[in-house]
């Protein structure tokens, strides 16, 4: 059957080098560097994006999507939670002729109110310079 199970380590090693190892394969073509200005063209797009990337709103493509090629699922019931999201004020209709003919009433009213005021007050005045001269005349 056999020698022993275990192997007894050689003495002699392999001898050894003291040159440079030889490089790895394919080193002899390099990684390139970046180009030099010659090849930039400013016109180009640099990033991979679409040239358009980033100037359009994404919601409003996908509105306009929807809106020309509908659903065939039936629709969603509503289950009275709020809709989440922005929600846009109540539109706000101008107000009815009505309440500017109203607010043409008042104004002639202030008018009168005002027309009166200046005649009580011109009489008021009148009156007191009459006073003024009759309690003049007296003290002489």
Known sequence: MGGPSNAVPENDPPPTSHALPQPPMGFDNPIPTYPGSSGYNPF???TGYPSDYGTHDLYLTAAEYHHLYPSFYP???????PVQGYQYPPYQQPPPPQQQQQTQEILEK?????HEANKTK???SSFMKGLASLLKGKKK
């Open 110 to 114: 202030l008018d009168w109110v005002e």
């Open 75 to 81: 629709p969603v019931y509503t289950t009275g939670y």
């Open 44 to 46: 180009e797009n640099p």
């Open 122 to 124: 011109k009489q008021h």
